[in-house]
C-alpha cells in the first residue's frame, strides 16, 4: 500500500527557509514520478516541484520557486525533500506530497501532473 507522510512545515519569517520531508512507503520512490504541490487558503493546488523517477530523469519547478526551492531524494531512507529557501508570504500553503506508481503522470521541465497517491500535508506559513 503507497503511503506518504510529510513533515517539516511550521512557522517561518520571511527570508527564511525549511526543509520539507515525504517519507514514502509501500513503494520505491526513485522509480516512479514523485514530488511537492500546494495549496493556499483561497487558491487552486499548484505543483510546486517534481521528480521523475522513470524513463529518463527530469525535474520540475513551477516558476515561483526556481532559484528559492530544491528537490532531493535519499534513496537508502526512501524519503524526497523540499528545501526551501528565501521564503516569502506568498509561499504560505499545505504542501502536499504526491507520487505516481500507476505510470499516468507527467514530469518534464515544464510540467508536473496526474499524481495518483497523496499524502495529508504539511502547514507551511510565512509570517512576520
Known amino acids: 500500500q503507497v503511503q506518504l507522510v510529510e513533515s517539516g512545515g511550521g512557522l517561518v519569517q520571511p527570508g527564511g527557509s525549511l526543509r520539507l520531508s515525504c517519507a514514502a512507503s509501500?513503494?520505491?520512490?526513485?522509480?516512479?514520478?514523485i514530488g511537492w504541490f500546494r495549496q493556499a487558503p483561497g487558491k487552486e493546488r499548484e505543483g510546486v516541484s517534481c521528480?521523475?523517477?522513470?524513463?529518463?530523469?527530469?525535474?520540475f519547478y513551477a516558476n515561483s520557486v526556481k532559484g528559492r526551492f530544491s528537490i532531493s531524494r535519499d534513496n537508502a531512507k526512501n524519503t524526497v525533500y523540499l528545501e526551501m529557501n528565501s521564503l516569502k508570504p506568498e509561499d504560505t500553503a499545505v504542501y502536499y506530497c504526491?507520487?505516481?506508481?500507476?505510470?499516468?503522470?507527467?514530469?518534464?521541465?515544464?510540467?508536473?501532473?496526474?499524481?495518483?497517491?497523496w499524502g495529508k500535508g504539511t502547514l507551511v506559513t510565512v509570517s512576520s
Open positions: 504526491a507520487a505516481d506508481v500507476r505510470g499516468i503522470s507527467v514530469v518534464t521541465p515544464e510540467h508536473c501532473y496526474g499524481m495518483t497517491s
Open positions: 521528480l521523475r523517477g522513470i524513463r529518463g530523469r527530469a525535474t
Open positions: 509501500g513503494f520505491s520512490s526513485d522509480s516512479y514520478n
